[in-house]
């Protein structure tokens, strides 16, 4: 069974770790799957379809994952159907539950190549991209975009296009590619779409919470969080969840572990520092943990101020 037709099949909301650049890896997966009891989806960072296609290495280096992330999908970016199909069956031999296509990054360097936010309005490219990967691969397409150009006003045909060229599922960030991270997120037009498709179709954008999606996303069939989950991995857990300082400083032990254990000792540690300083953001009575945090350089250094930060008593 398809990951998504178990949520549908529990009849639970699908609650989504959203992909981000820079952030989304395996460590990071495996946190946010591990803390919120394994009752979400997790996306990975997008990466180049070209990029898996051509170079083994990469492929190995970021599709290698832990199988506690499940369940895991893989998101690519790139404009070249066959590219992505040849992308479509790495990840799948790796073991992922899914792929999905990138058709909202606004980056200027991504848009100029016809990727992300491109690939809207080059709707034929886009359509027979989903095309190739739902026709070839077992594991699902799904597509993650905005709510259109400079207007909202092409999504329902444009994601009714994607339902028939195969995609098992939409993700809409509510902002247009022009507005890029402007303004609030207009959630009305995904339910419009979500009316107008059978395909479940997920919310995103100015979700901080569990408690946050589940009141916004009325006939929608779940929601996706990005920047709020990196302040708060617990923020897909119901009931606005706060961990005790002990378990928050036992989930960044774990999550250098887990890093570690995914990339080399220097380069998990310089990784590691932006977590670290999200973990603490808002403890000022600790911002010298958090200093020292955001220069570690070894494992072991890490540890010791860990173990120093949980004697602290709050
Ligand atoms: C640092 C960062 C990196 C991102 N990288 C990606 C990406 O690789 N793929 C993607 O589809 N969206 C990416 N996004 C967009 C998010 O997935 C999400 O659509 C957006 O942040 C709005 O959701 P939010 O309000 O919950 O943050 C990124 C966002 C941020 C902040």
Same mark, same amino acid.
């Given at each position: 069974?398809?990951?998504?037709d178990d949520?549908l099949?529990?009849q639970k909301p699908i609650?989504?770790l959203?992909p981000m650049?820079?952030y989304c890896d395996s460590? %990071? ?7 919120s009891?394994w009752?979400?989806?997790? %996306?990975s960072?997008f990466?180049s379809a070209d990029?898996?296609?051509?170079n ?6 970021v599709?290698?994952?832990n199988?506690i992330?499940h369940?895991?999908v893989?998101?690519i ?7 992505f199909l040849?992308?479509g069956?790495?990840?799948e031999?790796y073991?992922a539950?899914g792929?999905?296509?990138n058709m909202?990054c606004p980056a200027k360097?991504v848009v100029?190549?016809?990727?992300g936010?491109?690939?809207m ?5 886009a359509?027979?991209i ?7 691969l ?5 597509? $993650?975009t905005r709510l259109?150009?400079?207007?909202a006003?092409?999504?329902?045909? %444009?994601?009714?296009?994607l339902e028939q060229a195969?995609a098992s599922l ?9 507005q890029e991270y402007?303004g609030?997120a207009n959630?009305?037009p995904?339910?419009e779409?979500? $009316?107008?498709?059978k ?7 100015d979700?901080?919470s569990y ?11 779940? %929601?996706m969080i ?6 708060n991995p617990?923020c897909?857990?119901?009931d606005?969840?706060?961990?005790a300082?002990?378990?928050r400083?036992g989930?960044m032990? $774990? ?5 570690v254990s995914? $990339?080399?000792e220097n ?6 520092r932006k977590?670290f ?5 808002g403890?000022e009575?600790?911002?010298?943990f ?5 220069t570690?350089t ?9 173990e ?7």
């Open positions: 069974m398809s990951w998504i949520f099949k529990k609650v989504a959203a650049d820079g460590a %990071f997966r495996a946190i946010c799957q591990e803390v009891g009752n979400i989806v997790v %996306f960072e990466y990029g898996l296609h051509h083994p290495l990469l492929a190995k280096r599709l290698t994952h199988p992330e369940p895991l893989f998101q970016f790139g404009n070249t159907p066959e590219i040849s992308a069956k790495i990840i031999s073991g539950q792929v999905d296509i909202g360097k100029k190549c016809g990727y936010s491109g690939l309005v080059d709707r034929d490219r359509m027979k989903v095309n190739i990967l739902a026709e070839n077992a594991i699902p397409v799904t597509v $993650k259109g150009w400079n207007g006003e092409e999504l329902v045909e %444009f994601g009714q296009a195969g939409i993700t809409v960030h509510g902002r247009t590619y022009k402007m609030e959630w009305a995904i339910k779409l979500a $009316k107008n498709v395909i479940p179709v997920l919310g995103n954008g979700c901080k408690e946050d999606g589940m009141q916004k996303m009325e006939n929608l069939a779940g %929601f990005a920047r709020w989950s990196l302040w617990w897909f857990l119901p606005n969840y706060e961990p300082w002990q378990e400083i989930v032990e $774990k999550h250098i572990e887990y890093m995914s $990339k080399w380069r998990a540690c310089i990784e590691i977590h300083t999200h973990y603490l953001h403890f009575w600790v911002r010298e958090r200093k020292k945090l955001a570690v070894s494992v072991q250094e890490t540890a010791c101020i860990l120093e930060l949980k004697t602290i008593s709050l």
